[in-house]
């Protein structure tokens, strides 16, 4: 049954949403906070950056928010604005008040997003589990993008991991700081999170949400994603087999490019922005004029 995400109780969403405005001191550009109207609830955005080419919006990974993207919203925000997003059904300061019934829905909620921003087409880019809502975008509504950038997508071009599902469900039931930390440390070798950050994601371990999780696409699904696309993966992640998907990637979107980056895991962001961000802004600069033609 399709459910509305929400805190278990009213202390655990306090407690988050004070967490929460202690890292918003660490986002280091400008920014206007927005909370906009969709018909699954208000949408959470968070705005920097000025409006001279094609925007990017940024969907962040499961048991985060949009100030996940801190860390490199610097570089990305430099010539353009960049919108990024609370996902709705999950801890954030989104709220939503109706469910996702199903996968077209996520597009729904992006359009509608930025039909409230003003805004006709954007550079969607999507980590982890943003990855997967960021794909269903580019299968349900690619008219609204100039671009699709996946970082780390897990599940969608090859099997789900149940076994990092299992583990995280493991590392919920026993939740102690010592086994959330043991299970980052397996996901994201190279990469250790902050401690307001970490309190942050495991406070997030309170809230019950509204989406689900990725499945595999079928190849007819793969082949009629239209959209240039960018898929950016670690070498060492546990949450795909990043050669498998880059082959059959070639072989049913031989058009979408693929970059596996040794020696880094699930924490690619964190672990080589500095790698990472300038590959993914070539690859945004590269389709900009996909909004004129």
């Known amino acids: 049954m ?33 909370d906009v109207p969709t018909s699954f609830g208000t949408t959470h955005v968070r705005r920097s950056g000025t409006d001279t080419e094609t925007p ?51 597009a729904t909620w992006v359009g509608e997003v930025l039909n409230e921003l003003g805004v006709d087409r954007v550079h969607l880019v999507g980590y982890s589990h943003g990855a997967w809502h960021a794909v269903l975008v580019a299968l349900h509504a690619p008219e609204r993008l100039a671009s699709v950038t996946l970082i780390e997508p897990g599940g969608v071009f090859d099997k789900p991991s149940w076994r990092v599902l299992l583990k995280m469900i493991r590392a919920g039931m026993r939740r102690t700081d010592k086994n959330i930390r043991k299970l980052n440390d397996w996901l994201s070798p ?29 190849d007819a699904e793969v082949q009629s994603i239209s959209v240039p696309m960018l898929v950016i993966s670690g070498a060492e992640t546990v949450v795909s087999s990043p050669e498998q998907v880059a082959a059959r990637l070639a072989d049913l979107v031989p058009e979408a490019e693929v970059e596996i980056y040794a020696g880094t895991g699930h924490g690619i962001l964190g672990h080589i922005p500095d790698r990472v961000i300038p590959r993914l802004m070539k690859f945004v600069r590269n389709h900009d004029d996909a909004k004129r033609t």
């Not at 459910?3 to 969403?13: L, P, Y």
């Open 2 to 34: 399709p459910k509305i995400g929400r805190f278990k109780n009213e202390a655990s969403k306090q407690a988050y949403e004070s967490i929460y405005r202690e890292l918003e001191g660490t986002w280091p550009v400008p920014s206007t906070q927005l």
């Open 56 to 106: 990017i919006v940024l969907l962040h990974a499961v048991g985060a928010n949009c100030l996940q993207w801190h860390i490199v919203i610097e570089d990305l925000c430099r010539d353009r604005v960049v919108y990024a997003l609370d996902t709705i059904g999950t801890a954030g300061r989104s709220v939503q008040t109706a469910p996702l019934t199903g996968e077209s829905d996520f």
């Open 190 to 218: 190279g990469y250790v999170i902050g401690d307001r950050e970490f309190a942050l994601v495991t406070e997030a371990l309170n809230y019950r949400p509204g989406v689900g999780w990725a499945r595999m696409l079928k």
